[in-house]
T-cell receptor, first 114, second 109 residues
Framework: EADIYQTPRYLVIGTGKKITLECSQT?????MYWYQQDPGMELHLIHY???????EKGDLSSESTVSRIRTEHFPLTLESARPSHTSQYLC?????????????FGSGTRLTVV | GQSLEQPSEVTAVEGAIVQINCTYQ??????LSWYQQHDGGAPTFLSY????GLEETGRFSSFLSRSDSYGYLLLQELQMKDSASYFC??????????FGQGTELSVKP
């Protein structure tokens, strides 16, 4: 079944640690996105990619970085986690121009930095 | 800049009809999408309007007026499982989505 997978689902980590949030999709979509969402709030675009070796920063400034070496894989890395990074991170992908078909979202990673 | 406004919460009873409005101010507008999110889980795509008018998909319909920078999501025959957060999202250049703050819908028996 075509889908988008995020791991881990939950992560509690100490300040200063390096972390990588994984996102993989099996649909062959060129476009992938990372959104950050605090509880009860809107989703903010922090990174996007239109294909392999293409990455751009989104509208919300983030200290995280991303890479896109393979079409199906779009990991997000925090070099040094801080309590302000505590949030939910949602990965999504879309096909073609995307909008008419909608985004497919993963279940998210809920990150807590202590 | 870009901004979207939608009500923060709406309450309705089972079997009723509810309308969730969305107004937007944006540059580079390509269309308006709606997403449903249960308990902070994966948002799911409901609808997309690129042109003015009404799009119907089962119990859900979505409307867009580009001249008024306004759209709405209409949910009919409400069911308990429709209790969720609903987000309108402007589709910008490159298909990027900019989300509103979300409307929490509570369906009561």
């Amino acid at each position: 079944e075509a889908d988008i997978y995020q791991t881990p689902r939950y992560l509690v980590i100490g300040t200063g640690k390096k972390i990588t949030l994984e996102c993989s999709q099996t649909m062959g979509h060129d476009k992938m996105y990372w959104y950050q969402q605090d509880p009860g709030m809107e989703l903010h675009l922090i990174h996007y990619s239109y294909g392999v070796n293409s990455t751009e920063k989104g509208d919300l400034s983030s200290e995280s970085t991303v890479s896109r070496i393979r079409t199906e894989h779009f990991p997000l890395t925090l070099e040094s986690a801080r309590p302000s990074h505590t949030s939910q991170y949602l990965c999504a992908s879309s096909e073609g121009e995307g909008a008419g078909y909608g985004y497919t979202f993963g279940s998210g990673t809920r990150l807590t930095v202590v | 800049g870009q901004s979207l406004e939608q009500p923060s919460e709406v309450t309705a009873v089972e079997g009723a009809i509810v309308q969730i409005n969305c107004t937007y101010q944006t540059s580079g507008f390509y269309g308006l999408s709606w997403y449903q999110q249960h308990d902070g889980g994966a948002p799911t795509f409901l609808s997309y309007n690129a042109l003015d008018g009404l799009e119907e998909t089962g119990r859900f319909s979505s409307f867009l007026s580009r001249s008024d920078s306004y759209g709405y999501l209409l949910l009919q025959e409400l069911q308990m499982k429709d209790s969720a957060s609903y987000f309108c999202a402007v589709v910008g250049p490159g298909g990027k989505l900019i989300f509103g703050q979300g409307t929490e819908l509570s369906v009561k028996p």
